[in-house]
């Protein structure tokens, strides 16, 4: 039957008044926790500040946003799009409804700035490109990339890891450029120095006839010969009879002689003690046993090398200047006397090296280093020899001197080195300490004395801490290790 309105029928069969609804198109649902913005302050980050033992704003809750570098979402929209700022709620509803009704993208949906903030803290403003899709795409926007340098906050950033330390802005301080031969030299002697693994030896941990003697017994031989001397007076001034007095002469010069062949052939009797000693086999060796060993050198964890000639991978280093003064010759040290040859200059070091046994085959470790006790008789050769004459024909020589701040002027000088380079054979003197088995050789915890030697009239001598023994190893070939 007719009628003036229009009409049509239900699914169910229920007719109703007014024209059939058009069909909708079904929009994809998409949902998004809201963000807020956090205007660059590291407080109102949430869970990132916290990470940092920063302070956080507790006054409203706020969840941690998208993680970044994560793989963007591919939408039925055109393209792949991340959002880096809140997205409203039914911003979807509101952008179909505006497309439908051909209001533009802009006026319905609210953007937010968002990506890398200039030196006042405020967002950078940039445009993503054009946008691709038709009416149903949604407004979005990109964030750019990255700053290369942002405020010293403390965050992790992308981009090129620079090497070397930050300044206070965070970028990569300069280097003033390559340091100079003397600067580098006077470097590497501060290392060595200050280097907690070398033991730096002085003059005094030589072996010295009036240092080992004691103390007591010399000044006791000094008042006898002084009440000597005074009673074999007193007896010739008083009956005129010499005898005392030729006899307390007579000892006194023996006395005098034994004294001064031991300052001079005192080091060359202990060299002959210690390649006399016996060798010890390290297997049969018991734990804090003296002994000796004899073998080959194998660097540590800290090699040397040496002052002069340059000569790598040492355990032991030695470089003297000694200096010969005239009659009117300035002199290289307070009590260095006239026409004789003085010791300017010192650089002596050693450090824990291993020796493999030439017994046993076993290899222990000597605990020369970290400022142990250590008695060195290593030989020294002669390297430069320099007077008057031959004084411009080692620049080396001059060179090696000026970075020392040693003076070259008109003195007869002459440079000693010695030293120990691995595969070079040595004897170690020290006690057996098994750890762990782990097989060492430390500092005895007494002096070792070494007994009279009639025969060469040498004085008891004590030998302190380790003694290291090596001949003059430039004219030896070292084993290859």
Known sequence: MGSRFPSHQLSNGLYVSGRPEQPKERLPTMSSTAMPYTGGDIKKSGELGKMFDIPVDGSRSRKSGPINNAPSRTGSFGGAASHSGPIMPNAVNRGASASSAGMTAS????????????????????SS???SGGATSVSRQNSGPLAPVLPATGLITSGPISSGPLNSSGAPRKASGPLDSMGSVKLHSAAIVNNTAVTNLSQEDEYSFHRSFPKCILWSIILLFVMGFIAGGFILGAVHN???????VVLFGTVAAVFTWNTYWGRRAIIGFIARYPDAELRTAKDGQFVKVSGVVTCGNVPLESSFQKVPRCVYTSTSLYEYRGW???AANPTHRRFTWGLRSLERHVVDFYISDFQSGLR???KTGYGARVTPYVDESVVVDINQSNREMSPEFIRW????NLSSDDRVMRLKEGYIKEGSTVSVMGVVQRNDNVLMIVPPPEPFSMGC???QCILPASLEGIVLRCEDTSKIDVIPV
């Open 107 to 126: 006026a319905s949906v609210k953007k937010s700035n968002s990506g890398p903030l200039n030196k006042h803290g405020d967002p950078i403003k940039k």
């Open 129 to 131: 490109g054009p946008q």
């Open 242 to 248: 010499p005898i005392l007095l030729i006899v307390v």
């Open 328 to 330: 009117d010759s300035k």
């Open 364 to 366: 222990a470790l000597v």
């Open 401 to 404: 001197l000026g970075e020392r």
């Open 453 to 455: 030697q009639w025969g």
